[in-house]
């Protein structure tokens, strides 16, 4: 943008976002940008595009298009396919609004799988205390090992969160030189199978990519130790479904807290009713579930945070400052 002329940063929001959030947003943005939202199509001045799955048609409507801003963590498979085959020039970036919410809940998962909460819980409704007396002992933290996949914003909260119980933290990440908490030993990808064995907890938080989809099979989940705890906030195809369900119905591993699956309901009325897998998951006592809950918390501080994360990158774009978040939409992310 040629900022001598007084040319404002003409940037569109696909779909329009709540007002209150919307007030947040342009409170924010840099008077040089000059914003549209709603499912209209983008004008053809557009350079900015905020879309998560943009059309082949959106994007062709924009002939002077820079830049696709994804609103959330993470490129659609389909969304990535189009850009490589038809845009590969097109700078991408991503949001990381959620990663806080995200790693807390990798938190909760985490705790009440070592603590056995839910079995627990369900027993002392009926007033059963035996849990107390002869139950199955809960597992200590302090001192033991994690093993986090992935140190983006969402695994270098939980790397934190993990040392701040005492634990000793490894993570693996495609890119090891890159700045990292001093308290984490950063490992690449391909010393993933060397650190399981070590693993008292597998933190995972890895995007979905070609490289990721099974990353962790029959293979790597027999090098984990059988009091090893699994915890899942990333995608559910990161790991085999049916070898996660193995290792869990055969107590190869101790726990698992997982939020993300293998199947999703389709429609809103599927919603009360869609199992997550083809395997019975709900039937074992060693598994704490939630559907997809990561980056859920009240809608109108969800927006909001968007917002002021969305107003950083416009922000960024429009100064002609280092943009965060950016992705290589080779890797996936």
């Known amino acids: 943008?040629?900022?001598?002329?007084?040319?404002?940063?003409?940037?569109?929001?696909?779909?329009?976002?709540?007002?209150?959030?919307?007030?947040?947003?342009?409170?924010?943005?840099?008077?040089?940008?000059a914003l549209t939202c709603g499912?209209?199509?983008a004008s053809q001045d557009t350079e900015i595009l905020v879309a998560g799955r943009p059309s082949r048609e959106q994007l062709i409507a924009c002939p002077h298009l820079r830049a696709l801003v994804i609103p959330y963590a993470g490129v659609p498979a389909e969304t990535r396919d189009l850009l490589l085959a038809e845009f590969p020039e097109l700078e991408v970036y991503n949001l990381h609004h959620n990663a806080v919410a995200a790693?807390?809940?990798?938190?909760?998962?985490?705790?009440?799988?070592?603590?056995?909460?839910?079995?627990?819980?369900?027993?002392?409704?009926?007033?059963?205390?035996?849990?107390?007396?002869?139950?199955?002992?809960?597992i200590l933290l302090d001192g033991k090992t994690a093993i986090v996949l992935g140190l983006g914003a969402i695994g270098t909260r939980i790397v934190s969160a993990c040392h701040a119980l005492?634990?000793?933290?490894?993570?693996?990440?495609?890119?090891?030189?890159?700045?990292h908490p001093p308290y984490v030993i950063v490992h690449p990808p391909d010393g993933l199978a060397a650190v399981l064995p070590q693993a008292d907890a597998l933190m995972i938080c890895l995007p979905l990519t070609p490289e990721t989809g099974g990353l962790i099979g029959e293979e790597e989940l027999r090098l984990l130790r059988p009091s090893s705890l699994l915890v899942n906030v990333a995608r559910g195809a990161i790991i085999d479904e049916a070898a996660l369900y193995k290792a869990l119905a055969e107590?190869?591993?101790?726990?698992?807290?997982?939020?993300?699956?293998?199947?999703?309901?389709?429609?809103?009325?599927?919603?009360?009713?869609?199992?997550?897998?083809?395997?019975?998951?709900?039937?074992?006592?060693?598994?704490?579930?939630?559907?997809?809950?990561?980056?859920?918390?009240?809608?109108?501080?969800?927006?909001?945070?968007?917002?002021?994360?969305?107003?950083?990158?416009?922000?960024?774009?429009?100064?002609?400052?280092?943009?965060?978040?950016?992705?290589?939409?080779?890797?996936?992310?």
């Not at 002329?5 to 040089?32: F, K, N, Q, W, Y």
């Not at 002392?124 to 849990?131: L, Q």
């Not at 005492?166 to 700045?179: Q, S």
């Open 1 to 33: 943008m040629d900022r001598q002329t007084g040319e404002r940063l003409r940037v569109h929001i696909a779909h329009s976002p709540p007002d209150s959030a919307l007030r947040v947003l342009e409170d924010a943005l840099d008077t040089s940008i």
């Open 39 to 41: 499912s209209v199509e």
């Open 103 to 138: 790693a807390e809940l990798a938190l909760s998962l985490l705790l009440a799988a070592a603590k056995t909460l839910v079995p627990v819980d369900r027993a002392f409704r009926r007033h059963d205390w035996r849990s107390r007396y002869d139950g199955e002992p809960t």
């Open 166 to 179: 005492g634990m000793e933290v490894h993570a693996i990440r495609r890119h090891p030189d890159r700045p």
């Open 251 to 333: 107590r190869r591993i101790a726990a698992a807290g997982i939020d993300v699956w293998y199947e999703y309901p389709k429609t809103p009325e599927a919603r009360a009713e869609t199992p997550p897998s083809r395997f019975p998951f709900h039937e074992l006592d060693n598994v704490v579930m939630s559907p997809h809950r990561g980056g859920a918390y009240r809608m109108e501080e969800l927006e909001r945070k968007r917002m002021t994360d969305l107003a950083v990158t416009l922000n960024a774009i429009a100064r002609d400052e280092p943009i965060p978040h950016p992705v290589e939409l080779r890797a996936g992310y």
